[in-house]
């Protein structure tokens, strides 16, 4: 049974998707915070496995109560999917920074809730790969974030793993990584997994980030020009 904690300042929003998740077979609330503080408290008391986390909260925000939850390691298991009304903004790339697995426009339709909330649990980041080139692009090459503690740690990565990080930052999937450089979707899997441990990524999402920040890959200048 997955276990999720919601955490949105606005009770008919957190009702709205309480009545979703509990009529999922595989997955029940366990909780529910209105703000940044609540869900950093509850998270420590009750371990979900998925926090779905609004961005905009008083007090304490999302992007706060994310790094809080994703960097304290009694919550190794807990993973972050972020609400947003606003899919392509700059809060939902500090939440990815913050360690949030992936995001969620709060207009999505139940059967999409449901099945995201099942791909965080799992492990996995949940980013389209258009929204990903998109929210990277226009954030991670802007000057303030372009110098990054990630730069040196690619040094640990051998040629073959910068190479998968790379193709994994471009939105690719695992089977389109193998399949591009004749490698078996799991030999991808294991170069994927080894790299977030010698980068300190808790998943892919990360992953992506920190392929951006330390210009593995170049954002696509002329997704701005035009």
């Keep these: 049974m997955i276990r999720v904690l919601l955490a949105d300042d606005q009770p008919l929003v957190r009702a709205g998707f309480r009545v979703f998740i509990d009529a999922a077979p595989d997955m029940t609330v366990v909780g529910e915070a209105a703000d940044g503080a609540e ?8 371990a979900p496995d998925v926090a779905l986390m609004d961005i905009r909260m008083p007090g304490v925000d999302g992007i706060a109560a994310t790094q809080a939850i994703t960097t304290d390691p009694r919550l190794a298991n807990t993973h972050v999917l972020v609400l947003t009304t606003f899919e392509l903004d700059e809060y939902v790339f500090e939440a990815l920074r913050a360690g ?17 909330v099942r791909v965080v649990a799992r492990g996995e980041a949940l980013l389209s790969p258009l929204a990903t080139r998109q929210l990277i692009a226009d954030y991670v090459a802007r000057p303030r974030l372009s110098a990054s503690p990630a730069a040196g740690a690619l040094d640990r990565l051998t040629n073959r793993e910068a190479e998968i990080v790379r ?46 920040q330390a210009n593995l890959v170049q954002p696509p200048g002329d997704a701005r020009a035009g």
């Design 39 to 46: 869900a950093i408290r509850l998270a420590g008391e009750l």
């Design 100 to 116: 949030a697995s992936g995001f969620l426009g709060k207009g999505v339709e139940p059967e999409e809730l449901i099945n995201a």
């Design 167 to 212: 193709l994994v930052a471009t939105g690719l999937s695992n089977d389109e990584i193998a399949e591009s450089l004749f490698l078996s979707p799991f030999t991808v899997k294991t170069h994927i997994n080894r790299s977030m441990t010698k980068l300190g990524a808790r998943d892919r999402a990360q992953l992506v980030v920190i392929a951006y």
